[in-house]
């Protein structure tokens, strides 16, 4: 095998493990850590951690240790947010959130990184185009990685469906399910009372080890950076300084674009985080118990993976505002109906309707954000990729802290809201885009934008 596919290769199988551990766990962190709002907390405050950590540790961390070395560093530190969970209280959770939220940033950067320089080099041993083969690299990547939230998930159901003594969920505590949940951690005890330390333990250790799998994988097979290709390196990293980023984030949003466009990123941060903090909770383990979660976001993992791959090749064909148009009213649809179901163990089905109809949603919201930031700001790219980084994170910060606080038909009358102000900013953009260029053509084009950031995957 060509020695940097086989290099792609392992970055994608070390993810692979990697993020089966911390997509799963993400899942669960609402119901298994309901106590005074512990989970969400520190959901909320790993978010945070990264809005920090991606404005100014990527490059340093890069330049000091290499690709390599940033990659496994970063790693430990999502093991770290694993060992927390073993003993969860404020002053282990929390720590080991902003520990991870601090190594997300510079693991993705360096991904990104060693991907673009090996697929350069490949290129110039090749004779073939760098962009092409770069663009490879990623459709590699991304089509191993996606399968992490199918597989995490899996183990989760798996090993909770387990319990010997599973509860009868009472139709009292079924009236407290749902958008007018009671707001009491008695709808979450129903749930997760069947679980015993042992089966949690056993699922922490297996993501763990998991984990673990992946730095000894990156440490002992990844090769380093060749001294020959330290240039391209060089180049990649000629990044500027904390506060020149700091400042060019922020004047970008002289454009006025840009700011119209802020409530369609901050949605994409808080539908994301609605689905794994509050209707994990408040729908699934409270009527279903806790080893449904993982059954109902691998129905949303595996929609998404696949309207993601659809959605990229179509748009060129039916262009972007279609597709935005048919993720607004999905995700409308599914929000008014979540306010009017009340979940009931009856209704096996509509669990997984919802997640699987999320998915499609997300995945529109996923590529084509993405997309319309690398079109529509193709000269300040790295200015307007900060951006949408720190306005998604702020949403799903936004969606974590407020979990607990409010009922969940405030927080779906509020998604609504943010949901509706975005489609008519959307609008107004296409609007001053069609009379800048009123001859230009409505389908997407098809350019390298990068991935999907990773705070949505994070």
Request: glycine share 8%; with cysteine.
């Amino acid at each position: 095998m060509e020695r940097n596919l086989r290099n792609v290769l392992i970055i994608s199988f070390g993810f692979l493990l990697l993020f089966t551990a911390y997509g799963g766990l993400q899942s669960l962190q609402s119901s298994l850590h309901s106590e005074e709002g512990l989970g969400v907390a520190s959901l909320s405050v790993l978010y945070a951690a990264l809005i920090l950590s991606s404005m100014f540790l990527p490059p340093i961390l890069i330049k000091k240790l290499g690709c390599k070395w940033t990659i496994a560093g970063s790693m430990c530190c999502y093991i770290t947010f694993s060992l927390g969970n073993f003993y969860a209280s404020w002053y282990t959770l929390i720590p080991t959130s902003i520990i991870l939220g601090l190594g997300g940033a510079p693991l993705w950067s360096a991904k990104c990184t060693y991907l673009t320089i090996a697929g350069n080099s490949y290129a110039e041993k090749a004779g073939k185009n760098g962009k092409d083969i770069i663009n490879q690299y990623f459709g590699v990547f991304f089509l191993i990685f996606q399968s992490s939230g199918i597989w995490g998930n899996l183990i989760s159901s798996l090993i909770f469906s387990q319990a010997s003594n599973k509860v009868e969920i009472s139709e009292e505590k079924l009236a407290c399910c749902g958008a007018y949940d009671c707001m009491t951690d008695t709808t979450n005890a129903t749930g997760t009372a069947e679980l015993s330390s042992s089966l949690i333990y056993t699922l922490l250790g297996i993501y763990t080890a998991s984990g673990v799998l992946a730095v000894l994988l990156i440490v002992i097979l990844l090769d380093q950076i060749k001294s020959d290709q330290a240039e391209t390196e060089k180049e990649i990293l000629e990044t500027p300084s904390f506060w020149s980023t700091f400042l060019a984030t922020f004047q970008h949003l002289k454009d006025k674009r840009q700011c119209l466009l802020i409530p369609l990123t901050i949605y994409s941060g808080l539908e994301q985080g609605f689905l794994s903090g509050d209707y994990t909770k408040t729908y699934v383990t409270c009527a279903l118990g806790i080893h449904y979660v993982g059954y109902a976001m691998i129905c949303f993992s595996a929609v998404n993976s696949l309207c993601s791959l659809i959605f990229g090749k179509i748009s060129q064909f039916t262009g972007r505002k279609l597709l935005f148009a048919l993720a607004a009213v999905t995700n409308t649809a599914c929000i008014i109906a979540l306010l009017l179901w009340k979940p009931h163990p009856k209704q096996l089905a509509v669990f997984f309707v919802f997640p699987a109809l999320w998915g499609l949603s997300d995945a529109v919201w996923q590529t084509q954000t993405n997309g319309l930031y690398g079109i529509l700001f193709e000269k300040n790219k790295e200015a307007a990729f900060a951006n949408y980084r720190l306005w998604e994170s702020l949403g799903f910060v936004i969606a974590f802290g407020y979990s607990t606080k409010l009922q969940v038909y405030i927080k779906l009358y509020i998604l609504l809201s943010v949901l509706v102000l975005s489609m008519v900013m959307y609008g107004a953009v296409e609007y001053l885009e069609a009379r800048r260029s009123p001859g230009a053509p409505t389908a997407t084009k098809k350019e390298n934008v990068g991935p999907p950031t990773q705070d949505s995957h994070m």
